[in-house]
């Protein structure tokens, strides 16, 4: 199972028309439920006047947390598209709004669940990917002597010290990817002949 995924670089707005309907896709980085609901709202009072603000988000790389809002269209035409849209390019951390402004024709069920769904793809695809890593932590107590052992593995694998303490014992906390985290465990070990402590 790989620790990569794929997900944007800050924030791109677009629009699109269909007939005199205009559509307007504004898509976000989002790695917390807070920061998608904190967008949603911001989104909301910016264009206070819209008919509509369809959304989805999807959170994680387990498949689990992710949502869709059809914010009173007819089930299933606006937030479904926009998550359809998101899964297409394979993306995530991420929240996507079309926003809606009537343009006093009716477009019918199919027509906008297309119109919401292009909306959503036009804006992901003008917006810049990035790949990222699902990142895990350990935490790791070893004598003074091993400071200069314990650095040259986190240095190798590129790992990151989030915190260290000092008392008897050096005491440290790494992030590392998920993929690498077995092997920089083994590589303390080895480094250290066996003198540190891994949790």
């Known amino acids: 199972m790989t620790d990569e995924f794929k997900t944007l670089r800050g924030e791109i707005r677009t629009e ?20 998608v609901e904190r967008f949603i709202a911001a ?17 994680g790389t387990d498949g689990t947390q992710y949502r869709s809002n059809d914010d009173g269209e007819p089930s299933g035409s606006g937030g479904k598209p926009i ?7 394979g ?3 991420l929240t996507v709004i079309v926003t809606r402004y009537f343009g006093r ?6 027509k906008l669940s297309r119109a919401y769904g292009n909306a959503a793809k ?3 695809a003008q917006a810049e990917h990035v790949v990222s890593y699902k990142m895990e932590s350990l935490e790791a107590s070893f004598p003074h002597s091993q400071i200069s052992n314990v650095m040259h593995v986190v240095s190798q694998l590129g790992a990151r010290i989030l915190d260290t ?10 992030e590392a990817r998920s993929s690498m985290l077995d092997h920089l465990r083994s590589l ?4 250290t002949s066996g003198n540190i402590s891994i949790k």
Do not use: M
């Not at 603000?53 to 999807?58: E, G, L, S």
């Open 122 to 124: 036009h804006a992901l």
């Open 43 to 59: 989104t909301r009072r910016h264009f206070h006047d819209a008919t509509h603000n369809c959304y989805a988000y999807w959170i």
């Open 91 to 93: 993306l995530t951390d």
């Open 165 to 174: 303490t000092y008392d008897e014992e050096v005491h440290v906390r790494l």
């Open 16 to 35: 699109t028309k269909v007939q005199s309907s205009r559509f307007i896709a504004t898509a976000l980085s989002t790695v917390t439920i807070d920061q």
């Open 83 to 89: 998550l359809a849209a998101i899964d297409r390019f």
């Open 105 to 110: 024709t009716k477009l019918g069920a199919r």
């Open 188 to 191: 303390l070990l080895n480094q």
